[in-house]
């Protein structure tokens, strides 16, 4: 067993009409015959995009599509077609990957606070000459009645709760970004995060609320009205499913103090999957055609 072997697993019937899959420890044996033919394509996944893109993909079967998550979660879902999990080892560790595996175009679906991936994935395609398409929901965007304070990172949002004398704190931030907020002692935070934040930061007075979006607009509101929340703490992620925690403080004049996206390598961008698909066929078509 190759170390490739050990690492790709098969989360859907390969689509082909052979007969069924021969699978060795997760490696589909028949998906090798199957998708020779086809261009390979590395998939950056970890998002509600990259899920929607590998099933999209698989749905067209022109590309033999290689997942790749980072390994965050203990039980990650599997997106459709091939998955790999794990960094790469750097730029260079993925400029020998994608030669390593004939990589045909590179869809970055990464998320929007994923702060290194976009860099490495910009300077080892460059190195290894692969087309690189960036697929990004766009940001949220104020309107009227809407309270923000933007900032840069933690100690800034910190600096502005204290400003702001914040005391019944929603902060919805990740389970690995809050050992900056401990350190408010007049706050109580209500902590909402998919994976139980272990060891939790010393905070003076705190709750963990565990629960996945996407969230109704009705239950943000019952959250802010039971839990007497003045103010929320969270990134500007965008996208549907998070969104409602925003209407919802409009609705009351809450401040929300909103993290500003960090910088990304100019790679070309799309926000819909419709246009990846079409950029993939463009840079996978065989010269000539
Ligand atoms: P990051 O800071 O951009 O990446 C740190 C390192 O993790 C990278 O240098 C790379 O390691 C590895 N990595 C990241 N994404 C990878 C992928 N899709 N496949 C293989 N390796 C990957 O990212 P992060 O903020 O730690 O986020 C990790 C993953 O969680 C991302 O894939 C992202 O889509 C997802 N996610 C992040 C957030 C967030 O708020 N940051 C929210 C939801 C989902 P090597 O240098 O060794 O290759």
């Given at each position: ?19 069924p899959?021969c ?5 589909a044996?028949?998906?090798?015959s199957?998708?020779?033919q086809?261009?390979?394509v ?42 790999r ?43 290894a ?9 766009p ?41 900056p ?14 994976t139980?934040p ?49 209407v ?17 390598p ?24």
């Amino acid at each position: 067993m190759n170390d490739r072997a050990r690492v790709v697993f098969r989360s859907h019937r390969v689509p082909t009409d052979a007969a069924p899959i021969c699978e060795i420890e997760g490696f589909a044996m028949s998906a090798v015959s199957a998708t020779a033919q086809r261009p390979s394509v590395l998939l950056l996944g970890g998002t509600s995009e990259g899920y929607e893109l590998a099933s999209a993909l698989a749905a067209r079967r022109q590309w033999h599509t290689i997942n790749s998550l980072a390994g965050r979660t203990e039980q990650p879902r599997r997106p459709a077609g091939e998955t790999r999990i794990g960094g790469f080892g750097g730029v260079a560790g993925l400029a020998a990957w994608l030669r390593a595996h004939a990589i045909r175009a590179t869809l970055d679906a990464t998320h929007p606070f994923a702060a290194t991936m976009g860099w490495h994935a910009a300077a080892a395609c460059a190195q290894a000459g692969v087309p690189l398409l960036r697929l990004e929901r766009p940001p949220w965007t104020a309107v009227p009645g809407d309270n923000w304070h933007e900032v840069a990172d933690w100690p800034a949002a910190v600096e502005r709760l204290r400003h702001l004398n914040a005391r019944r704190v929603l902060l919805a931030v990740g389970r690995q970004e809050l050992a900056p907020f401990a350190q408010l002692d007049q706050a109580w935070f209500l902590i909402r995060c998919v994976t139980p934040p272990l060891p939790l930061p010393p905070f003076a007075a705190a709750e963990v609320r565990l629960a996945r979006g996407p969230f109704t607009l009705a239950d943000e509101r019952a959250l802010l009205d039971t839990y007497r929340i003045d103010a929320i703490v969270c990134k500007n992620s965008g996208g549907d499913a998070t969104v409602a925690k925003l209407v919802a403080a409009r609705e009351r004049g809450l401040p929300v103090i909103l993290q500003r996206r960090p910088p990304r390598p100019p790679t070309m961008t799309v926000t819909d999957i419709d246009a990846a698909l079409a950029w993939l066929e463009r840079v996978t078509k065989p010269a000539g055609e």
